[in-house]
């Protein structure tokens, strides 16, 4: 059985990873509530994805199980997870190389595992370049447009100056960028964007999104291959 994660908070991501997992083996089970957002929506996810790894234990105590989009900690569980935290970093170490030093981050749920990853590798790689952190810069948005638009629009009522911004999925960079529109402000001339997941959609926005490439093809060939190596009594290589 494999579970999915990805649903948890990013829909537009989900399908992707849906589609190379389909790619590599048809009728796998997922699991996954779509995206919620505000304060409730919060708490809701948070329930959701605690509900989601009791899932992956219980399931796990009877058929072994393949989870993606998440790690979890369990006998018979064989994760397939991104490092966050890296492809945070090589977001702010691009931006960083390119002159700007005020960096705002859009962040995802603030209780969320892969925004807690990508907020680490924000603030690592801030350091790296020697770069203090400055918390008001940084903005909690909830992986969607929606969020990425509040986010920004909030940036810039409160006359918070940055230069760049990097947004922690791609869908919430589509927000950052109408905002930033919204307000007569030109990406990249006036502020560089930069997301994260490189979704299909992003190289056919205007201007195309700079973004963080996530192998979601792969990830669902290697939940493929990790399911029949179980059904075949292999240790999946995962």
């Known amino acids: 059985l494999v579970l999915e994660f990805a649903g948890v908070v990013e829909p537009a991501l989900q399908r992707e990873c849906l589609r190379g997992r389909d790619r590599g083996l048809r009728g796998i089970a997922r699991r996954g509530p779509p995206g919620l957002g505000g304060e409730h929506g919060h708490r809701e996810r948070r329930q959701r994805h605690q509900q989601a790894v009791l899932l992956a234990l219980q399931l796990a105590r009877n058929v072994p ?19 966050s935290t890296l492809g945070a970093r090589v977001a702010t170490d691009y931006l960083v190389g390119q002159g700007h030093r005020r960096i705002a981050f859009v962040s995802g749920p603030p209780d969320h595992p892969d925004a807690l990853q990508r907020l680490d590798g924000y603030k690592a790689a801030l350091a790296a370049a020697r770069i203090p952190f400055t918390n008001k810069l940084v903005v909690a948005g909830d992986y969607l447009e929606t969020g990425g638009y509040a986010a920004v629009s909030a940036l810039l009522d409160a006359r918070v100056e940055f230069t760049a911004v990097f947004a922690a999925n791609d869908q919430t960079a589509f927000g950052v960028m109408l905002a930033l529109h919204h307000r007569g402000i030109k990406v990249p001339q006036d502020v560089s964007v930069v997301g994260f997941d490189d979704l299909p959609t992003s190289a056919f926005i205007i201007p195309p999104l700079t973004t963080v490439h996530r192998h979601t093809d792969e990830i669902g060939e290697r939940a493929a291959d990790a399911m029949i190596d179980l059904i075949e009594r292999r240790t999946p290589n995962v």
């Not at 199980?65 to 018979?76: K, Q, Y």
Request: hydrophobic share 45%; with cysteine.
């Open 65 to 83: 199980l393949v989870v993606t989009g998440r790690a979890v900690v369990g006998e018979r569980i064989y994760c397939l997870d991104v490092d």
